[in-house]
């Protein structure tokens, strides 16, 4: 197993334009994440699905951010109508039911909105 | 008010030099106190995870130990590629997964 996967690794759109980012998780891990982070920050929770089901979701989340895990396998993460403040990486993350706690995160997309 | 606050913001130390990375929080019911190391243009790569008041952790040059309102990330005898930025995150009641995160502590280790 190679790790969690995510692409693309870099996405320059411009704005208004819609997205899609994918992210593959380890094979075996049910529960899959979506963060994003800015330059200088920590990550921010945006969502989290158990299997396919979308159990949590950030109240900062925008309606124009919608995530699936159709068959609870990978993951899309779509930003419709790209504003300049969506620029950020996002990160997928996935773990187990039960285990040691710790995520595992993929590389990340970064998004730049021109 | 932030719940994860990471000190300091930026830390530089000489090969050998040991030093200590601070985490504090402010969350009720802690589940789970976690630390990654993330260098530039990665995602975070984990480290531990602490959960209750007197647990501490070690993987090589690195210690971690948690109280009731804060962790520590003790490294001993640091080597350049330990330089990265060292980030605290907490998980926070029953039934939440989400990980709250502190900005991270950027180190760098001189030769």
């Known amino acids: 197993d190679t790790g969690v996967s995510q692409d693309p690794r870099h996405k320059i759109t411009k704005r208004g334009q819609n997205v899609t980012f994918r992210c593959d998780p380890i094979s075996e891990h049910n529960r899959l994440y979506w963060y994003r982070q800015t330059l200088g920050q920590g990550p921010e929770f945006l969502t989290y699905f158990q299997n396919e089901a979308q159990l949590e979701k950030s109240r900062l989340l925008s309606d124009r951010f919608s995530a699936e895990r159709p068959k609870g396998s990978f993951s899309t993460l779509e930003i419709q109508r790209t504003e300049q403040g969506d620029s950020a990486m996002y990160l997928c993350?996935?773990?187990?039911?039960?285990?040691?706690?710790?995520?595992?995160f993929g590389s990340g997309t970064r998004l730049t909105v021109v | 008010e932030d719940q994860v606050t990471q000190s300091p913001e930026a830390l530089r130390l000489q090969e050998g030099e040991s030093s200590s990375l601070n985490c504090s929080y402010t969350v009720s019911g802690l589940r789970g106190l976690f630390w990654y190391r993330q260098d530039p243009g990665k995602g975070p790569e984990f480290l531990f995870t602490?959960?209750?008041a007197g647990e501490e952790k070690e993987k090589e040059r690195l210690k971690a130990t948690l109280t009731k309102k804060e962790s520590f990330l003790h490294i001993t005898a640091p080597k350049p590629e330990d330089s990265a930025t060292y980030l605290c995150?907490?998980?926070?009641?029953?039934?939440?997964?989400?990980?709250?995160f502190g900005k991270g502590t950027k180190l760098s280790v001189i030769p």
């Open positions: 602490l959960y209750s």
């Open positions: 993350a996935s773990s187990l039911v039960r285990g040691s706690g710790g995520y595992t």
């Open positions: 995150a907490v998980q926070e009641g029953a039934g939440s997964y989400q990980l709250t």
